[in-house]
């Protein structure tokens, strides 16, 4: 038998009794030969005689309703499903407008009729970020008094010295937040670009557009421009407005390295040798794990170089499990983490 065209190789092998065992095959046998063939059909014609079949009638799919969902109907900073997009942003142009909240675009989700949208993640499964970020802070604590006796007990060495010794409980802090991260369903993460205000509004159409079309991740978000400062005369231009395109989960480096692809793409982030963007998880985020930590955590969880770095053998594959052995191996986790 060949297993390789065997789905279940570990219940089917060359022992198993595919064909019955030897009683009943040999009862089947002798029942085979003393039937012929046309013995078989006016059976069959008897048989469907007496028991028609049912009719069935099948529903054509044109027959169900279905509508766009936006989870972010109603919210007057967001692109609502009764404007265009460019109407969108005329109506909001992240170059000049002053609001205080961040201006959001989503991907539209075809619903069935009646249907609730379905959530990123299965609520009872999750912690609320406020729970999780609860247990997150309490890992920062234990580092940094971790890190506080290292340094007594090496009082007279070097900083260098410090900072190598403090290495491993610096990745072990790393690694034990995003766990937690993905343990409590708080996954999404983004890729950063920075245009300058000149530029923000041709960026923006961009990035607005490949979300509503389904290119990048299902949401983006621009900040807007800065209020004025009304005790100077001289007004001070924003240096660059935060544009976020945000995946769901940052541990499939399969959907992170598609969005990063589609912004090379689109002419929005540069190839490996010109330079690099930057992608970094909620959890850091709602942390304020920014480039001055003082944990000395990388603000950023992967660069466009790594992720255009990685093999092609990780472009394909498929397999959550693949996809966690591509995670530890960029991330040098030696523990199995939840996708």
């Excluded at 046998?29 to 006016?42: A, G, P, Y």
């Excluded at 410090?162 to 610096?170: E, F, Y």
């Excluded at 397999?319 to 052995?325: T, V």
Aim: with cysteine; aromatic share 6%; charged share 30%.
């Amino acid at each position: 038998m060949n297993l390789d065209l065997v789905p279940f190789a570990g219940y089917i092998s060359d022992d198993s009794d595919f064909y019955g065992t030897t009683k009943p095959r040999k009862k089947l046998e002798s029942r085979s030969k003393k039937t012929t063939t046309k013995q078989l059909v006016q059976r069959w014609d008897r048989d469907r005689a007496t028991h028609p079949a049912a009719s069935i009638s099948v529903a054509s799919s044109d027959t169900v309703e279905r509508t766009l969902y936006n989870r972010l109907e109603g919210v007057s900073t967001a692109r609502q499903l009764n404007e265009t997009v460019d109407e969108f942003l005329k109506r909001l142009p992240p170059r000049t407008t002053i609001t205080s909240n961040w201006i959001w675009v989503t991907c539209p989700i075809l619903k069935g009729k009646g249907k609730a949208a379905e959530p990123i993640h299965a609520p009872e499964l999750e912690e609320s970020p406020e729970e999780m970020m609860g247990r997150a802070r309490a890992l920062l604590s234990q580092f940094a008094a971790e890190k506080e006796r290292l340094v007594s007990a090496h009082e007279n060495s070097t900083q260098s010295t410090i900072t190598r010794k403090s290495g491993p409980l610096r990745e072990r802090l790393r690694e034990d937040i995003l766990d937690l991260a993905v343990s409590s369903g708080i996954t999404n993460g983004k890729w950063m670009l920075f245009p300058k205000p000149e530029d923000v509004n041709r960026v923006w159409k961009l990035v607005a557009e490949a979300v509503v079309d389904g290119r990048l991740g299902d949401t983006a978000k621009v900040a807007p421009a800065d209020p004025p400062d009304l005790f100077s005369a001289i007004q001070k231009q924003k240096a660059s407005h935060l544009v976020c395109v945000y995946t769901s989960d940052f541990s499939d480096l399969e959907d992170v390295r598609r969005v990063l692809e589609e912004l090379i793409e689109l002419g929005l982030a540069p190839r490996a040798a010109d330079g690099a963007i930057y992608y970094k998880t909620d959890v850091y985020t709602y942390l304020d794990i920014d480039s001055s930590n003082s944990y000395g955590l990388k603000a950023s969880l992967y660069s466009s170089k790594d992720i255009i770095g990685l093999s092609k053998t990780t472009k394909q594959a498929h397999s959550s499990k693949r996809k966690q052995q591509t995670l530890t191996s960029m991330l040098g986790d030696s523990k199995k983490r939840k996708t």
